[in-house]
């Protein structure tokens, strides 16, 4: 008896996930060419979230729909510091990532951040550090960097947020 019941509610279950599946698929046949690549986006950037969530990757800023993680990839070249980082833009809105407040090694430094990310969209750029009026002239002379990143509404040109100053140990990182 016991064996017929588990078989029944486990055949209900099964009949419950199939409908809704087959609900799911009917969804998307109704759903415009903008619609369903809207719907991608928010399934591919989800899968990116849990892949960095799982590497433990850093996030530099999580605010309004935005992240920004830091990749650990960073290269110097001609006064130029980059660090490399993927943008995820799950807001209903254009944004950009600027850089702000930017001190390296206490040497006060210009910086600049990503293009404009469109909503749903993702972007992997840089966050470039511009040391060339200072005394470092390589990567080994870096031991600090501080700077606050901006989310950035591209269309109405307006800050929407800022983060708290980040500090980044160089030789640590």
């Known amino acids: 008896m016991k064996n017929t019941i588990v078989s029944a509610l ?10 809704s599946c087959f609900a799911r698929a009917a969804d998307y046949q109704s759903m415009t060419d903008e619609e369903l690549l809207a719907e991608a986006n928010a399934i591919r950037n989800e899968q990116l979230e849990r ?7 850093t996030i530099l800023l999580d605010q309004d729909g935005a992240q920004v993680y830091l990749t650990g990839d960073r290269r110097f070249s001609h006064g130029i510091y980059c660090l490399e980082v993927v943008v995820i833009n799950n807001s209903d809105y254009a944004i950009q ?11 006060q430094c210009g910086g600049t951040g990503t293009t404009k990310i469109e909503p749903g969209n993702r972007l992997m750029g840089e966050l470039r550090f511009n040391v060339t009026k200072t ?8 031991s600090d960097l501080h700077f606050a990143l901006v989310l950035y509404d591209s269309v109405n040109h307006e800050r929407i947020s800022i983060t708290e100053p980040i500090t980044m140990f160089i030789s640590e990182s």
């Open 97 to 107: 990532i600027l850089i702000d407040n930017v001190s390296v090694n206490g040497w």
């Open 10 to 19: 486990a055949a209900a279950i099964l009949a419950a996930v199939l409908i």
């Open 135 to 142: 005394d470092i002239i390589s990567e080994e002379d870096l």
């Open 51 to 57: 892949r960095f969530a799982l590497e433990d990757k």
